[in-house]
């Protein structure tokens, strides 16, 4: 046991040990010694000094990786392709945009593929000692498939980016079907319970809520005004309802919509809600949910004293029975209008 310790000391010692000064290890060494200084002279007092030691300790490293990379027996091939310099990118995005007090994650990965292939194809245009020169016709093809091959990788990467603010901005959009897409694949499945709740479904919800304080326990011609003029009452309701949204920016999206009431056989009405998506959806269909409200007439005793021989007055009041469970979303095929010229 203690000769496998041995020997991975004497590799790790003349793996990392420069032979000589000017060497990649020299810069690996000065990186970690920055580093260790820099973490010794933590202190809000020192905090130019620590930024400036933390800098350096990256330059360093990036530096020291870019170096040991360079060298074809160090080289990290896939198929025969070397990404060492895809590598160095990484090390060099993560000392740009990532080792901050504010970490920018998604420039890092954005900037990624654009860093390598500068790190890559430098060489090609400096010599180690700084003169400019142009790359040889035989590099040239390689250098332009390169590029133009992490062009189209940053694309898709920042597509991604842009989806998720998509669906994080709007997450009604996930009630789409993407079993068609091209480039957005829906990891849930069939599953109802991992399908995420609309904010059609809270504003259903929030409305019912308000409509159920309002006039629940009311005396009854107080609630057939409201009803008279409910539209105007359910558009200001939904208004301040929208206002709660997890996600505001879907606000211009929801339109409410209240249709005709409709008379029930025991003298109440059944108050239908429905939130319609006017957004951007994946077909030729139209978002809806909707909600039904019972609100009926019940008898209450007034409490009012009465004499023994008299039954207490009776007056009509107003009970609301709104459905308990979310709405659940429905898809409708949306009619086009054909003209024809006459």
């Not at 000692?129 to 133009?148: A, G, S």
């Not at 359910?234 to 606000?251: G, N, Y």
Request: proline share 6%; with cysteine; glycine share 2%.
């Amino acid at each position: 046991m203690s000769d496998f310790f041995d020997d991975l000391q004497k590799q790790a010692r003349s793996l990392l040990w420069p032979s000589q000064f000017f060497a990649w290890q020299t810069l690996l060494l000065l990186s970690l010694f920055s580093l260790l200084i820099a973490a010794l002279l933590e202190a809000p007092d020192d905090s130019l000094a620590v930024n400036t030691l933390t800098t350096l300790s990256w330059i360093f490293l990036t530096c020291a990786v870019w170096w040991a990379l360079s060298k074809n027996e160090n080289e990290i091939k896939v198929a025969d392709y070397s990404i060492s310099a895809w590598v160095t990118g990484a090390v060099l995005s993560t000392f740009l945009f990532v080792a901050r007090e504010e970490p920018h994650w998604r420039w890092g990965i954005c900037s990624w593929p654009l860093l390598s292939t500068t790190i890559k194809a430098l060489p090609h245009f400096v010599t180690w000692e700084l003169e400019p020169h142009w790359p040889k016709k035989k590099d040239r093809p390689m250098l332009v498939m390169t590029l133009l091959i992490n062009l189209i990788l940053t694309s898709w990467i920042v597509f991604y980016f842009r989806v998720q603010d998509w669906v994080e901005n709007y997450p009604s959009l996930l009630a789409n079907d993407f079993s068609n897409s091209a480039f957005v694949t829906d990891f849930r499945g069939n599953d109802p319970e991992q399908r995420p709740e609309t904010q059609g479904g809270r504003l259903l919800d929030s409305t019912a809520d308000a409509i159920y304080n309002e006039l629940n326990n009311q005396p009854w011609y107080q609630t057939e005004r409201w009803l008279y003029t409910r539209q105007d009452r359910l558009e200001a309701i939904s208004q301040d309802m929208v206002k709660t949204f997890s996600a505001p920016e879907e606000q211009v999206f929801w339109r409410m919509q209240v249709p005709d009431l409709k008379r029930l056989s025991d003298e109440g009405y059944l108050l239908t809600l429905r939130a319609n998506w006017v957004g951007p959806v994946a077909g030729a269909q139209q978002l809806q949910l909707e909600k039904t409200c019972k609100i009926l007439p019940v008898d209450k005793v007034r409490p009012v004293p009465v004499k023994k021989d008299e039954e207490p007055p009776v007056s009509k009041s107003t009970e609301v029975r709104c459905e308990e469970k979310s709405p659940e979303a429905r898809w409708n095929e949306i009619k086009k209008k054909v003209r024809s010229d006459e």
